[in-house]
């Protein structure tokens, strides 16, 4: 009898058996592919030594021309069998390689010897302790394979002839060399290799059928569980929210809470699937919100997780963590937090400006990277990119070459190589498509194209399937004389998109309206209805306003690059860029009644800022950083604009100079914030948009002190813009409401 001495490393409670090739945890054999093992064998051979990528791959592949992605793969399958996404066997370095931060002994105390018994192709291993602490191996013959606890020796017996363990080891050569001869085959055959194997970022989604799975029209949020089975879904009806579960297959659908007077801003499942998470705020307190999660698909007693985080949560590849998001425009910071699935344990992994904020969090499938969408959320620009954070160093990284328009929801790809998104890579307000980014190269490809929104993607566990929410905008102009709503008259027909509203002196109507993938400017006559378009294969064009004088429309614009202040006639022509600067955008620009000044906002640090209408150099009038929808008295001394103080959401007066706000108006919960404001001829009042019910009023604020009051009587809809005429009788409105429902993109 023959024993082959097995070469060991040991770590922890893992075994890397060189001789067999294996990896064990205690007796269990722990799958790996042939090239994972040799990396991780090449790793443990070099303790506590940072192992450049360039060094890995010269050892493992040799001569063989391979990509670092083959590499990047095998360390997701050691990971995935050491179960180490905390990386505290394997520290990634970034830009760098890999350390191995154990111990390693070989052939240390306590190894076992393997008895091999072929008869044929057929194999008996047996595992017996010897005293000598070295595994050994002998080969018998046997017609099918079992283990025995006895020693290898009492097996083959006093009288096993030298004859029989010659045909024995004989035919352990011809297996060893057949199963070489597989492994071999298997590594170096690209259709059975998982390593040459293209990557699901270059075939996924090339040809896609998209299918709607619901027809209510106002689910605002959405995810699909791991396994595809199920869509977990939220609806507003009328100023209450519910949380929905939907079986796919049957189309059966089943109510988890519900409806109340909330705000859901997100719902996940669990990796396993056991719960259902949720991000909720009262709507009589929208902030701060807070995380639950409830048993699924059942239901049952919701436990509360995590106070103030602005998105939902995403999960690490285990389940047992989740990243989220926890912002603060009054401390100017957007932190990325990670906790226990539970809730507990929370750290800070990094942090950036609030200007530029992460956004949707998404925790890649190697458990090192969380990417998220990050940029200022203000209007126009290049504003937003996708990044990653390492979860153990927090560096960051940009994912693309350049900043897209926008870019929200991310969801990535099963083997890490490439992100889905909903986004617009463009400088206008089009609708937002599915998008998908390849990595590590950068390089986009666009998944759906139609004219409908598409938010809030997830993805099954294998990326073959993707839910989205699928909406459209249907808005309309309306006008109503004295500001009642029983004797409005809608003056456009059709499907619209119409973002923003003014009167001229001379009684038209100045809209900003999304046409063919752009934002232009129109000159609207509200009686007769004709319509003649100012801007035109200009850039992103809105946030108008009128001189007094009828001569000039004062408006933003990124035709240059960024958004900046521009003047152009009421006809349209002779177009003048009022406001300079790189890397600066602007918007919201207002006239002074005196026709003098352009008073406007800075988007990067939310800055009150004024210039002439004639253009030169600009003037800082308020540097409290939380500006917006400012608007001028008319008799030219105060603006009125939303701000935020103490966290809070409401209006500050300013002198028409500048300074510090002589007062703070509260508003009152139900009224969107930031909101536009707009004041009264006489200067008495503020208005402002509110909503009960999910439907948008008007009303009004007295300077004065006293309560605000409802002006208008709307039963339907949301208000997206308003303005009053220049007699005051009568009052433009853009009103609507999108319609949402989900969408499951496959492939065909």
């Given at each position: 009898?023959?024993?082959?001495?097995?070469?060991?490393?040991?770590?922890?409670?893992?075994r890397?058996?060189?001789?067999r090739g294996?990896?064990?945890?205690?007796?269990?054999?722990l799958?790996?592919?042939?090239?994972s093992?040799?990396?991780?064998?090449y790793?443990?051979?070099?303790p506590?030594?940072?192992v450049?990528?360039?060094?890995?791959?010269?050892?493992?592949?040799r001569e063989?021309?391979?990509t670092?992605?083959?590499?990047?793969?095998?360390?997701?399958?050691?990971r995935?069998?050491?179960?180490?996404?905390s990386?505290?066997i394997?520290?990634?370095?970034?830009?760098?390689?890999?350390?191995?931060?154990?111990?390693?002994?070989?052939?240390g105390g306590?190894?076992?010897?393997?008895a091999e018994?072929?008869?044929?192709?057929?194999?008996?291993?047996?595992e017996?302790?010897?005293?000598?602490?070295?595994?050994?191996?002998?080969?018998?013959?046997?017609?099918?394979?079992?283990?025995?606890?006895?020693?290898?020796?009492?097996?083959?017996?006093?009288v096993?002839?030298r004859?029989?363990?010659?045909?024995?080891?004989?035919?352990?050569v011809?297996?060893?060399?057949?199963?070489?001869s597989?492994?071999f085959?298997?590594?170096w055959?690209?259709?059975?290799?998982?390593e040459?194997?293209?990557p699901?970022?270059?075939?996924l989604?090339q040809?896609?059928?998209?299918?709607?799975?619901?027809?209510?029209?106002?689910?605002?949020?959405?995810?699909?569980?791991?396994?595809?089975?199920?869509?977990?879904f939220?609806?507003?009806d009328?100023g209450?929210?519910?949380?929905?579960?939907?079986?796919?297959?049957?189309e059966?659908?089943?109510?988890?809470?519900?409806?109340?007077?909330?705000r859901?801003y997100?719902?996940?499942?669990?990796r396993?699937?056991?719960?259902?998470?949720?991000?909720?705020?009262?709507?009589?307190d929208?902030?701060?919100?807070?995380?639950?999660?409830?048993?699924?698909?059942?239901g049952?007693?919701p436990?509360k997780?995590?106070?103030?985080?602005d998105?939902?949560?995403?999960?690490s590849?285990?389940?047992n963590?989740?990243?989220?998001?926890?912002?603060?425009?009054?401390?100017?910071?957007?932190?990325?937090?990670?906790?226990?699935?539970d809730?507990?344990?929370e750290r800070?992994?990094?942090?950036?400006s609030?200007?530029?904020?992460?956004t949707?969090?998404?925790?890649?499938p190697?458990?090192?990277?969380?990417a998220?969408?990050?940029?200022?959320v203000?209007?126009?620009g290049d504003y937003?990119?996708?990044?990653?954070?390492?979860?153990?160093?927090?560096v960051?990284k940009?994912?693309m070459p350049?900043?897209?328009y926008?870019?929200?929801?991310?969801?990535w790809?099963?083997?890490?190589?490439?992100?889905?998104?909903?986004?617009n890579?463009?400088?206008s307000?089009?609708?937002?498509?599915?998008?998908?980014?390849?990595?590590?190269s950068g390089?986009?490809?666009?998944?759906?194209?139609?004219?409908?929104?598409?938010?809030?993607?997830?993805l099954?566990?294998?990326?073959?399937?993707?839910?989205?929410?699928?909406?459209?905008?249907?808005?309309?102009?309306?006008?109503?004389?004295?500001?009642?709503?029983?004797r409005?008259?809608?003056?456009?027909s059709?499907l619209g998109?119409?973002?923003h509203?003014?009167?001229?002196?001379?009684?038209?109507?100045?809209?900003?309206?999304?046409?063919?993938?752009?934002?232009d400017?129109?000159?609207r006559?509200?009686?007769?209805g004709?319509a003649?378009?100012?801007t035109?294969n200009?850039?992103?064009n809105w946030?108008?306003?009128?001189s007094?004088?009828?001569?000039?429309?004062?408006?933003?614009?990124?035709?240059?690059?960024?958004?900046?202040?521009?003047?152009?006639d009421?006809?349209?022509?002779?177009?003048?860029?009022?406001?300079?600067?790189?890397?600066?955008?602007?918007?919201?620009?207002?006239?002074?009644?005196?026709g003098?000044?352009?008073?406007y906002?800075?988007?990067?640090?939310?800055?009150l800022w004024?210039?002439?209408?004639?253009?030169?150099?600009?003037?800082?009038i308020q540097?409290?950083?939380?500006?917006?929808?400012?608007?001028?008295?008319?008799d030219?001394?105060w603006?009125?604009?939303?701000?935020?103080?103490n966290?809070?959401?409401?209006l500050a007066?300013?002198?028409?100079?500048?300074?510090?706000?002589?007062?703070?108006?509260?508003l009152?919960l139900?009224?969107?914030?930031p909101n536009?404001?707009?004041?009264?001829?006489?200067?008495?009042?503020?208005y402002f948009?509110?909503?009960q019910?999910?439907?948008?009023?008007?009303?009004?604020l007295?300077?004065?002190?006293e309560a605000?009051?409802?002006?208008?009587?709307?039963?339907?809809?949301?208000?997206?813009?308003?303005d009053?005429?220049?007699d005051?009788?009568?009052?433009?409105?853009?009103?609507?409401a999108?319609t949402s429902?989900?969408?499951?993109?496959?492939?065909k």
């Open positions: 009898m023959q024993k082959l001495e097995h070469e060991i490393y040991s770590f922890d409670e893992f890397l058996d060189l001789t294996s990896l064990f945890r205690g007796g269990t054999e799958k790996l592919r042939p090239k093992f040799d990396v991780l064998k790793l443990a051979e070099n506590g030594r940072l450049g990528k360039d060094e890995l791959i010269e050892a493992v592949w063989t021309a391979v670092d992605d083959s590499l990047v793969q095998c360390l997701k399958d050691i995935n069998a050491l179960s180490d996404q990386q505290t394997i520290r990634t370095v970034p830009r760098r390689g890999y350390i191995f931060e154990k111990d390693v002994t070989e052939n306590h190894a076992q010897i393997f018994e072929t008869t044929g192709i057929h194999l008996v291993i047996e017996s302790e010897e005293s000598n602490g070295h595994a050994n191996a002998n080969v018998g013959v046997e017609v099918s394979r079992r283990r025995k606890s006895s020693n290898v020796a009492n097996y083959f017996g006093p096993q002839s004859r029989n363990v010659l045909v024995g080891l004989a035919s352990l011809i297996v060893l060399g057949f199963v070489a597989w492994r085959t298997s590594v055959d690209g259709k059975t290799s998982a040459e194997s293209p699901l970022s270059a075939t989604f040809n896609v059928e998209t299918r709607r799975i619901t027809h209510v029209g106002n689910i605002v949020n959405n995810s699909i569980s791991a396994d595809g089975k199920y869509a977990v939220t609806t507003s009328g209450r929210e519910a949380i929905w579960l939907k079986q796919i297959a049957t059966s659908t089943q109510q988890v809470i519900a409806p109340d007077a909330v859901y997100g719902v996940a499942f669990s396993d699937g056991d719960y259902i998470y949720y991000l909720k705020a009262e709507n009589s929208p902030l701060p919100r807070v995380l639950y999660r409830i048993p699924a698909p059942l049952g007693v436990e997780l995590v106070v103030d985080l998105w939902c949560p995403t999960f590849p285990d389940g963590q989740i990243a989220f998001v926890r912002n603060s425009d009054n401390r100017n910071e957007s932190i990325l937090m990670i906790a226990n699935a809730g507990t344990g800070q992994i990094a942090a950036r609030y200007q530029e904020a992460y949707f969090p998404a925790w890649s190697d458990g090192q990277t969380i998220a969408s990050a940029g200022n203000g209007l126009g937003r990119e996708v990044v990653s954070v390492g979860v153990v160093d927090g960051e940009s994912l350049r900043k897209w926008w870019i929200s929801y991310i969801a790809l099963a083997d890490g190589s490439g992100l889905i998104m909903s986004a890579p463009h400088k307000l089009a609708h937002a498509q599915i998008w998908l980014l390849s990595l590590p390089e986009t490809r666009q998944i759906t194209s139609d004219s409908h929104n598409y938010v809030h993607v997830s099954t566990a294998d990326s073959r399937t993707l839910l989205a929410g699928h909406t459209e905008l249907l808005n309309h102009i309306w006008i109503a004389p004295d500001a009642d709503a029983k409005a008259r809608r003056v456009t059709g998109d119409y973002k509203i003014r009167w001229t002196p001379g009684g038209k109507l100045i809209v900003a309206a999304a046409v063919s993938n752009h934002l400017l129109w000159l006559d509200p009686d007769s004709s003649e378009q100012l035109a200009a850039g992103t946030g108008q306003s009128v007094p004088d009828n001569r000039y429309i004062i408006f933003s614009s990124d035709r240059t690059g960024d958004f900046h202040i521009w003047r152009m009421i006809d349209g022509s002779n177009p003048m860029q009022l406001t300079n600067g790189n890397g600066i955008k602007y918007g919201d620009g207002e006239v002074s009644p005196d003098k000044w352009v008073v906002t800075n988007f990067q640090d939310s800055t004024k210039v002439s209408i004639e253009g030169g150099e600009a003037s800082l540097t409290d950083a939380n500006a917006r929808h400012q608007s001028i008295s008319p030219g001394k603006i009125i604009f939303s701000s935020l103080r966290d809070k959401y409401g007066l300013i002198p028409f100079q500048g300074g510090s706000p002589v007062k703070f108006f509260d009152p139900n009224a969107p914030m536009p404001v707009k004041w009264s001829r006489d200067g008495k009042e503020i948009v509110a909503y019910d999910g439907v948008g009023n008007l009303w009004s007295p300077t004065s002190g605000p009051k409802q002006i208008t009587a709307f039963i339907s809809d949301r208000i997206q813009s308003f009053w005429s220049e005051g009788k009568s009052l433009a409105v853009i009103r609507g999108w429902n989900m969408a499951l993109v496959v492939n």
